[in-house]
C-alpha cells in the first residue's frame, strides 16, 4: 500500500521550520533553516523561495522520500500578509517544481495546532505580534503584525525598548523610579548616565540576544514585584491585545459556545508572565459576553501545518 508524506514549513524571521509527517501524522523527519520572510530579505520573494526549497529538499533527503510521495505541503510564512504577497510567493514555488500546496500567514497556523476544533483565534507575542483568527464559516482575519503602524504591543521587541525606556525614564530623566534599574546596573555593571546609555552598542553586536533577554526577564520580575511603572506598561499592552482578540469574537461567527484563544511565542508560553495574562483575560471579560477558553501552545506550530492538512486537503 502506498503511504504518502506531508510537508509542514514554519517560516519566520529569524528561522524556518521543516517537519515531514506520515499518515499517522508522526513526525518523521525535522529540518531547520534561517527566516524565510520575504520583508527581511534582499532578495524578496526569491530569495525567500530559495531558503524554503533548500529547505524542503534537505527534509526529503532527511526523511529518504522524494517530491512524489509528498501527498500535500502547507506552509505558515511570515510576511505573507496580503493576496499580491501570497500570490507572488505561490508563483516561485511553483517555479521550482513544488505541486499541492498552500501557503498562508504563519499566524494562522498557531489556531491550527492549539486548538481543539478548526474555529479559534490566536494571540502571538514572540518577535512580533499577530493575532489571527479562522471561524465557524472558514473566514480568516489577520489583526496586527505591522508593528507600529498597527500599534502592536507585547512582543519581545516592545517589551525590551518599554524597559529600557522605562529605566532611561528614571536613570536619566529623574522620573519615576523602577525595580528594573537596579536589574540593569547589577546585569550590565554599569553606574552613571553614560555608561546606562553606552549598553545600547550591545543591541547591534553578538551581544544583542542577551541584551535583549535581560531586558525582558526584568520586565517580568518587575511585574510580579508590583513595580509601577511596569504595570502601567502591563496594563497598556494587555489592553491592546484585548483590542485585537475582541475585535475578532465580535466580528466573526464562532457560534454560542466556547472560543478558543490560542496563546503563542514567547512572551506567552516561556515567561513568568501571570500578572500580564490575569490582565489581559480581565480585560477581555469585561468587553465580551463570549465565554473564553484559553490555551498555552505547547507544541511547535509547524504541527498545525499537518493539523489543517488533514481538515481540509487530504484526499
Known sequence: MFMSFYIGVDGGGTKTAYALFDEEKNIVAEVKTEGSNHENLEGSFDEAATIIWGGITKLLEAGNVTLDDIGFTLMGLAGIDHPYQHDAMCEQMNKRGLKNFEIFNDGFIVVKAGATGKAAIGYNCGTGTCCNAIDLDGKMVQLGGFSEFSDDKGNGTWVAVKSFKLIYDE????????????????????????????????????????????????????????????????????ERGADYIVSHLNSLNFGDGEVEVVLSGSIHTKLPNEVYLDCLKKKIAERSDKKVKYIKLTQAPVTGCVNWIFQDYKN
Do not use: H, Q, Y
Not at 540576544?209 to 497598556?236: C, Y
Open 171 to 238: 536613570l536619566v530623566l529623574g522620573l519615576e523610579k523602577t525595580a528594573m534599574t537596579e536589574m540593569f546596573k547589577k546585569e550590565f555593571g554599569v553606574n552613571t548616565k553614560e555608561e546606562f546609555l553606552g549598553t545600547l552598542a550591545m543591541a547591534e553586536s553578538e551581544e544583542r540576544g542577551r541584551f535583549i533577554m535581560s531586558l525582558i526577564d526584568f520586565f517580568f520580575e518587575a511585574s510580579k514585584m508590583g513595580d509601577k511603572p511596569v504595570l502601567k506598561a502591563i496594563d497598556e499592552m494587555s
